[in-house]
C-alpha cells in the first residue's frame, strides 16, 4: 500500500519525521547525544517504520526491533518511549503528507503498540543482565565495586536480611518513593506496597525464604511521592551471603509506570476515535455482542447517523474547519443522549447511537428527534455559523437477530432510503422492503448471465379490430378479428420462476442489458411472427407482431442495420412489423434516433406511440413525427363505458384523441379492455383496435397458432375510409422502454 507517495516525496517525509522525533527524545538521551547524531540515527529507525507502514500485507512487527534499538540508545529513560509513542502518533502520517484514513490510523495505532513491547522487552533484557550482574558482583566482586553497581543502577536494589527486614537500597530505589534512607532500613519492603498489593507480596516473600522458589517475580504497585501510586516489575533472589553467614534476599524494583500508562492510553486510542475522543466501531462490536450473549428476550435499537452537507464545509472552508464541526457534533450529539445510550464515530461524518433493552421503535425514533433537535441550531466554529443536518437509518430488534454487520448493514440501506427521501430526515427498517432490494440486487447481478443463456422467452397478447363482426377473440359481436399481437418479454428465472418485466425490466436499463434484451426479443417476435405469416395462404391476413422499443436501443448507431437484418434473416415483411415506443421519449426525440425512426418508418416498419395521453403530448410536434397508430393507455379506458364507474369526461377526451388521431391520418389502438361495456364504448366512438383481457391475456405462441388455425384472421386495422385516401403520415421519431402489458 504504497499510496501515491513518489520515493522523494517519501525520503523528505522520512527526513522530516526524523528531525521531530529526535528533537523529542535527544533531552532523553543517555548518555548525551549531540541532535545531529541522533536524527542520523533515527533515520534509518524511521525507514524501517515506513516499511512496515506501507507492507503488503501489513505486519507490526517491525516496529518491535526499531523500539528495541531504541532502548539500546536511551537505555532507561522512560520519556523517551513516551516521547517516541506520541511524536508517532501525532506527527508520522503528516510529515508522509497523507491523510490519516481508518487504516493507515490502524496500522499507526498497531506500530505504536509494537514499538513499545519491543522497547519494553529489551528494557527487561537490559534489567535481567544487570541482575545477573550484580549477582555476580554480590558474590565475586570487592565490596567497593559492589557499591558501585548498587548505586550507579538506574533501578531499585532492595537488600534484606533472612526476615525480610530492609538493611540497604539504592538512591534510585528511594528516588522512586520518595522516602529517605532512615525510613527505610529495617522495614519489610511489603510495607512500602499499595495497601491492595501489600499482603500478597508479604506472604510470597515469605513463602520464598521458606521453600523458594530462588527467584520471585511479580509485579505490583508502590505508594510512591505524593500520594502517587508507582508501577513496579519486582524479581526477588534469595542468595547466600559470601562470607557464609546466611541468606541475603536481593530486591530489583524497575519503574513501569510510564509504560503501563502508555499502553493504557494505546489501549484507549484502539478504542476511542481520535479526533471526537468518542468510542469507536470495536467499542460498538463490544457492546452489541454482549447485548446478543445475554437473555434471548433482549432487544436493541440502533441509529445510524450521516451528516447533511458536511462534504460541502470540507470541499468549501477546509478539513480542519470541518474537524472542529465533527467535535462540535460529537458534543451536541452526547447532550442529545438518553441514560445508557452509547454514541460511537464511525468514521467521516457517520455516528451511531446504540439503544439496550428497547420496548419498541418508538424508543429509536424518540432518539432521532432528539438528534434532529440537538443540531437544529447552527453550530459555531470560530466566527461562523454553520448549518449541519443529519439523515438516519433506524433499527429496532430482538438483540439475537443477526450479527453487528447484519444490524449496520440495515440501518445502512435504510439512512440511504432517507437521503433520497429529501435528507433531514429519518426512516425505519423494513424488512420486506430491504427482501425486494436483496431481490433486486439479486437479479441485477444475475441478468447479464440470463441473457447469455437464453432465459428470457415472449408471449403475445393479441390486438382485435373493434368491428361488428366476430372473430378471433370476438366477445358478443364487440370484438371483431385478431390483427395483431403484442410480443412481451417474460424471465424464466432459474430461483424465482416467471418473472413479468416489472421485475426487471428496470434493472436492464440501469446495467444497459436492456439493448441486448430487447435485440433478442426482437428476433424472437419477428421470427415468431414469420411463421404464422407461413399458416396464411400467400401471407394475406398474417397478424402484425408489435415489439417495444427502448430509448437506448434507439440511441444504437446500427438500430436500422438490426432491424433490416433481423427482418432479412426471418423473411417478415417490414409491414408486419411495428414497434412501441413511449409517448414521453418520443417527443424528446432529436438527431441521429429521430433518423432512425425515419429511416425504419422508410422501410415499412409501423411505429406506434405507447401509453399516449400521458405524457407530453405536444401535439405540434406529434405532426411530424414518422407514427402510424396511437395507443391510449390503461387509465383512460378505466371506467369508460362502466354503469357504476361511468366517466362523461373521460369518455369526451377518448372520443376527442380518436378524432385527433384520425385527422392525423393515424389509427387508434386501445389497451387494457376488461368489459364488453367498455369495448362497446371504443366502437362507438370509432376507436379501432384493443387488446386487453377481454380477449385475452398475454399467450404462449402455442395458442397464438391454435387460434390462427381454427379461424380466418383478418388484415391490419386500416385508418378510417374518411381519411384512408389521405396519403401516408410523414416518417419522424424516438423512443424509450416499455416492456409491460
Request: glycine content about 10%.
Amino acid at each position: 500500500m504504497e499510496r501515491s507517495l513518489s520515493p522523494a516525496a517519501r525520503r523528505r517525509g522520512v527526513a522530516r519525521f526524523a528531525q521531530v522525533w529526535a528533537r523529542a527524545i535527544v533531552g532523553a538521551s543517555y548518555p548525551a547525544t549531540g541532535l545531529v547524531d541522533v536524527e542520523e540515527r533515527l533515520l534509518g529507525l524511521t525507514e524501517r517504520l515506513v516499511d512496515a507502514l506501507f507492507g503488503e500485507p501489513f505486519a507490526a512487527e517491525p516496529a518491535a526491533a526499531v523500539g528495541a534499538v531504541v532502548a539500546e540508545h536511551t537505555f532507561a529513560a522512560a520519556d523517551a518511549l513516551a516521547a517516541t509513542i506520541r511524536v508517532c502518533g501525532a506527527r508520522l502520517l503528516a510529515e508522509l503528507r497523507l491523510d490519516a484514513d481508518d487504516e493507515l490510523a490502524g496500522r499507526v495505532a498497531a506500530l505504536q503498540g509494537a514499538l513499545a513491547h519491543g522497547y519494553t522487552r529489551a528494557l527487561r533484557e537490559r534489567i535481567l543482565a544487570g541482575q545477573d550482574s550484580i549477582h555476580r558482583a554480590a558474590h565475586l566482586a570487592t565490596d567497593a565495586r559492589f557499591r558501585t553497581i548498587f548505586n550507579g543502577a538506574a533501578i531499585g536494589i532492595v537488600l534484606a536480611d533472612a526476615a525480610g527486614r530492609i538493611v540497604d537500597a539504592n538512591d534510585a530505589f528511594l528516588r522512586m518513593l520518595g522516602v529517605a534512607p532512615h525510613r527505610v532500613h529495617g522495614r519489610a519492603l511489603h510495607e512500602f506496597a499499595h495497601p491492595e498489593d501489600a499482603a500478597g507480596l508479604r506472604d510470597a516473600h515469605a513463602a520464598q525464604r521458606l521453600t523458594g522458589p530462588a527467584h520471585l517475580r511479580t509485579e505490583l504497585r508502590f505508594a510512591g511521592p505524593a500520594g502517587a501510586t508507582v508501577r513496579a516489575e519486582l524479581t526477588t533472589s534469595c542468595l547466600r551471603r559470601a562470607d557464609g553467614r546466611g541468606e541475603v534476599q536481593l530486591s530489583m524494583i524497575v519503574d513501569v509506570t510510564e509504560r503501563h500508562r502508555l499502553q493504557s492510553e494505546l489501549r484507549r486510542q484502539a478504542r476511542h476515535d481520535p479526533l471526537t475522543g468518542l468510542p469507536n466501531r470495536t467499542v460498538l462490536a463490544e457492546r452489541v455482542t454482549e447485548l446478543m450473549s445475554a437473555e434471548p428476550d433482549r432487544r436493541l435499537g440502533l441509529c445510524f447517523i450521516d451528516l447533511d452537507g458536511f462534504k460541502a464545509v470540507n470541499d468549501s472552508l477546509g478539513h480542519d474547519v470541518g474537524d472542529r464541526l465533527l467535535v462540535a457534533v460529537a458534543g451536541r450529539l452526547t447532550g442529545a443522549l438518553a441514560a445508557g445510550q452509547l454514541l460511537v464515530r464511525m468514521g467521516g461524518d457517520e455516528f451511531v447511537i446504540l439503544l439496550a433493552d428497547t420496548a419498541g421503535i418508538d424508543d429509536v425514533t424518540a432518539t432521532a428527534t432528539a438528534v434532529l433537535a440537538a443540531l437544529a441550531e447552527p453550530v459555531r466554529v470560530g466566527d461562523q455559523a454553520l448549518s449541519i443536518g443529519a439523515s438516519m437509518g433506524l433499527v429496532e430488534r430482538p438483540a439475537t437477530d443477526g450479527d453487528l454487520a447484519d444490524l449496520l448493514r440495515a440501518a445502512d440501506i435504510t439512512l440511504y432510503q432517507a437521503k433520497d427521501a429529501g435528507r433531514g430526515r429519518w426512516e425505519v427498517f423494513d424488512a420486506e422492503r430491504n427482501a425486494r432490494q436483496v431481490t433486486r440486487h439479486t437479479l441485477s447481478t444475475m441478468l447479464p448471465g440470463a441473457v447469455e443463456q437464453d432465459q428470457f422467452t415472449v408471449v403475445y397478447q393479441p390486438i382485435v379490430t373493434l368491428g361488428e363482426q366476430s372473430g378471433v377473440g370476438g366477445v358478443g359481436g364487440v370484438g371483431g378479428v385478431m390483427v395483431g399481437v403484442e410480443a412481451l418479454v417474460r424471465w424464466r428465472h432459474p430461483r424465482f420462476g416467471l418473472l413479468s418485466p416489472e421485475a426487471f425490466i428496470g434493472l436492464a436499463e440501469e446495467t444497459g442489458q436492456i439493448v441486448l434484451l430487447g435485440r433478442r426479443v426482437l428476433e424472437l417476435a419477428c421470427r415468431q411472427a414469420a411463421r404464422w405469416r407461413e399458416l396464411c395462404p400467400d401471407g394475406v391476413g398474417a397478424p402484425y407482431v408489435s415489439v417495444n422499443l427502448t430509448a437506448r436501443q434507439t440511441r444504437e448507431a446500427d438500430l436500422v442495420d438490426q432491424v433490416a437484418r433481423i427482418l432479412d434473416e426471418t423473411g417478415l415483411p417490414a409491414r408486419l412489423l411495428q414497434l412501441e415506443l413511449t409517448e414521453s421519449a418520443l417527443m424528446s426525440a432529436a438527431g441521429e434516433p429521430m433518423r432512425a425512426l425515419d429511416d425504419l418508418a422508410a422501410m415499412g416498419v409501423r411505429i406506434a406511440i405507447d401509453d399516449f395521453g400521458t405524457g407530453y403530448s405536444n401535439l405540434a410536434y406529434l405532426r411530424r413525427l414518422p407514427v402510424h397508430t396511437l395507443k391510449l393507455a390503461g387509465p383512460f379506458v378505466d371506467g369508460f363505458g362502466s354503469a357504476h364507474q361511468h366517466d362523461p369526461d373521460g369518455e369526451k377526451i377518448v372520443r376527442m384523441l380518436v378524432e385527433l388521431a384520425h385527422s392525423l391520418r393515424l389509427t387508434v389502438t386501445a389497451e387494457g379492455v376488461e368489459t364488453a361495456a367498455q369495448a362497446e364504448r371504443l366502437r362507438q366512438v370509432d376507436c379501432d383496435s384493443a387488446q386487453g383481457y377481454l380477449f385475452a391475456p398475454p399467450l404462449p405462441p402455442g395458442e397464438i397458432t391454435r387460434r390462427l388455425r381454427a379461424t380466418p384472421v383478418g388484415a391490419p386495422p386500416a385508418a378510417p375510409s374518411t381519411v384512408s385516401t389521405l396519403p401516408a403520415p410523414r416518417v419522424k421519431g424516438a423512443a424509450t422502454s416499455r416492456f409491460v402489458s
